[in-house]
Nanobody, 128 residues
Framework: VQLQASGGGLVQPGDSLRLSCAVSGRTFSRNDDTWAWFRQAPEKEREFVAAIRWRDGRRGIYADSVKGRFTISGDTSLNMVYLQMNSLKPEDTAVYYC???????????????????WGQGTLVTVSS
């Protein structure tokens, strides 16, 4: 299984950016799959950003720090997961990682240890 994240870059505060992640080597399972984004800011621990568990429909769950600004989505026919980021702030600066997992219970959706496949990360820098 390989995940390839892309779309990062340098943007100004208030700008928007969309990250993409291509998942290959794995057949999508609507009943079992969860796709997610995490991020790691400089000198900080990696943290949960957003996740979408497909059996719950297309609604995602979000970290409080990004709720209302970020939207996770996916194209299951293409095995692509996206993170639309609006109203970016300097504190959103981080390396963003996509990840996938199966058979997650609700209480584990934000737990990075439950995700078994990860992308290489894409750097997002928000600065004026």
């Amino acid at each position: 299984v390989q995940l390839q994240a892309s779309g990062g870059g340098l943007v100004q505060p208030g700008d928007s950016l969309r990250l993409s992640c291509a998942v290959s080597g794995r057949t999508f399972s609507r009943n079992d799959d969860t796709w997610a984004w995490f991020r790691q800011a400089p000198e900080k621990e990696r943290e949960f950003v957003a996740a979408i568990r497909w059996r719950d429909g297309r609604r995602g769950i979000y970290a409080d720090s990004v709720k209302g600004r970020f939207t996770i989505s996916g194209d299951t026919s293409l095995n692509m997961v996206y993170l639309q980021m609006n109203s970016l702030k300097p504190e959103d600066t981080a390396v963003y990682y996509c990840a996938v997992a199966r058979f997650l219970i609700t209480s584990s959706l934000r737990n990075q240890e439950r995700y078994d496949h990860w992308g290489q990360g894409t750097l997002v820098t928000v600065s004026s």
